[in-house]
C-alpha cells in the first residue's frame, strides 16, 4: 500500500511538471522582446556644424537606430568615414569597418580595420578603438601601429591619446623615432 502510494504521488508530481511545460512556455514567449531597430537609414551623410562652421562629416552606407533599447545605441554595420575638421579647415579622417555609439556613454566603438590620418602625416592602424566624446579621448587594449609623416613609428598593445594626436600614453610599445622636435 505504501510503495502504492509512492507510485501516485510520484506519478501526480510528473504530471504537474509537464503540464507545466506548455504554462512556462506561454509565459516566456510573453516575457521575450523582439530586439528591433527603430529606425534604418541607407547612405547616410551626416555634418555636423558649430557656429555656422561644419565640425564634423559622418558618411556610412547603411544606420540602424536601436534608440528604444535598454541601452540605446546607433549602428554603422557597412562601416563609416568620419571626418575631423579643426578651427583652422585641417582634416582628420577615421575609417571603420563597423562602428557602435552609444547614447548614454557616449562612447563609440569602432571595429575592423580602424584607421586614424590626420592632415600631417600621422597614421594610426587597430582592429578596434574607442572614442570617448565627452572627454575627446581615444583608447584601445588592441594592437596598434602608429607611423609619423617623417617615418618613425611605434607598435604596441594599448594606447590612449587625445583627439588631437598631442597626448600620447601607451602601456607595451617599441619603435624607431626620427624626429625628437
Request: hydrophobic share 35%; with cysteine; glycine share 4%.
Amino acid at each position: 500500500m505504501k510503495k502504492i502510494a509512492e507510485i501516485s504521488i510520484l506519478f501526480t508530481f510528473i504530471l504537474l511538471l509537464l503540464s507545466c511545460e506548455s504554462n512556462l512556455k506561454d509565459v516566456q514567449q510573453i516575457y521575450k522582446t523582439t530586439f528591433v531597430p527603430t529606425g534604418e537609414a541607407d547612405s547616410v551623410n551626416l555634418k555636423y556644424t558649430d557656429s555656422g562652421k561644419v565640425k564634423s562629416i559622418l558618411q556610412s552606407l547603411k544606420m540602424v537606430d536601436y534608440s528604444t533599447a535598454k541601452n540605446p545605441f546607433v549602428e554603422f554595420p557597412k562601416g563609416v568615414l568620419v571626418t575631423l575638421i579643426d578651427n583652422k579647415n585641417n582634416r582628420t579622417t577615421v575609417v571603420a569597418d563597423k562602428a557602435i555609439s552609444y547614447k548614454k556613454t557616449e562612447v563609440i566603438d569602432l571595429i575592423g580595420n580602424v584607421k586614424i590620418t590626420t592632415h600631417e602625416g600621422k597614421r594610426l592602424e587597430t582592429n578596434q578603438l574607442y572614442f570617448d566624446q565627452k572627454n575627446e579621448w581615444f583608447f584601445t587594449e588592441e594592437p596598434f601601429v602608429f607611423k609619423d609623416s617623417d617615418g618613425s613609428f611605434l607598435q604596441g598593445v594599448g594606447i590612449d591619446f587625445s583627439k588631437d594626436f598631442k597626448i600620447f600614453n601607451m602601456q607595451n610599445n617599441n619603435g624607431e623615432v626620427n624626429n625628437m622636435k
